[in-house]
């Protein structure tokens, strides 16, 4: 089972500020495979990222992904109000499909 | 638009089963796949398997034997049902489009609200 630890547990930013989250994979991943989402309280999760880089339907620019291998990360260029949630990557390469922990992002 | 809407909430007791249905629109029944997740209180997404519009699957180990996915490619409808069910499968359960129809490794882009399932005595 690919293992994903994401970083860190909290990340607490005001808005207008950057925000950068970390995904690390426990084995190699092709970046084909590797997603995140977004998960707001009592909602179900949204996808914002898919293939590590490639922004779902109708995601705003302020959100990309990055990475290759074991290390992937998703920045939010300038955080607005709506964009405080929990943030989970998925591994979608070999069953089972993994999440991370998640990443909440707080305001501070 | 792409809609996914879930059974209602559930109470079972320890040992029994329940079946969650996921009702779809607006696409292609037949053009994707459908992945359920589950969420237990508080906690993280946990990937439960995958089933083809023609009725391939792939479970995860963890609930192998236990859980049975099935569609009904007519009307559109997913199946999501667990067996022998422990106080440890309590969670909201998710239904959600998988962008591949042969394939369960594609990205899930779209999410039916949650269905409830609490086990106690």
């Known amino acids: 089972e690919i293992v994903l630890t994401q970083s860190p547990g909290t990340l607490s930013l005001s808005p207008g500020e950057r925000a950068t989250l970390s995904c690390r994979a426990s084995?190699?991943?092709?970046?084909?495979?590797l997603g995140w989402l977004q998960q707001k309280p009592g909602q179900a999760p949204r996808l914002l990222i898919y293939g590590a880089s490639s922004r779902a339907t109708g995601i705003p620019d302020r959100f990309s992904g990055s990475g290759s291998g074991t290390d992937f990360t998703l920045t939010i260029s300038r955080l607005e109000a709506e964009d405080f949630a929990v943030y989970y990557c998925q591994q979608y390469l070999t069953s089972p499909h993994t999440f991370g922990q998640g990443t909440k992002v707080e305001i501070k | 638009q792409v809609q996914l809407v879930q059974s209602g909430a559930e109470v079972k007791k320890p040992g029994a089963s329940v079946r969650v249905s996921c009702k779809t629109s607006?696409?292609?029944?037949?053009?994707?796949?459908i992945s359920w997740v589950r969420q237990a209180p508080g906690q993280g997404l946990e990937w439960m398997g995958w089933i083809s519009p023609y009725g391939n699957t792939k479970y995860a180990q963890n609930v192998q034997g236990r859980v049975t996915l099935t569609t009904d490619t007519s009307a559109r409808i997913a199946y999501m049902e667990l067996r022998s069910l422990t106080s440890d499968d309590t969670a909201v359960y998710f239904c959600?489009?998988?962008?591949?129809?042969?394939?369960?490794?594609?990205?899930?882009?779209?999410w039916g609200q949650g269905t409830l399932v609490t086990v106690s005595s």
């Open positions: 084995q190699s991943i092709s970046s084909l495979y």
């Open positions: 959600a489009r998988a962008y591949s129809a042969t394939s369960p490794s594609d990205r899930l882009d779209s």
């Open positions: 607006g696409y292609s029944f037949s053009s994707y796949g």
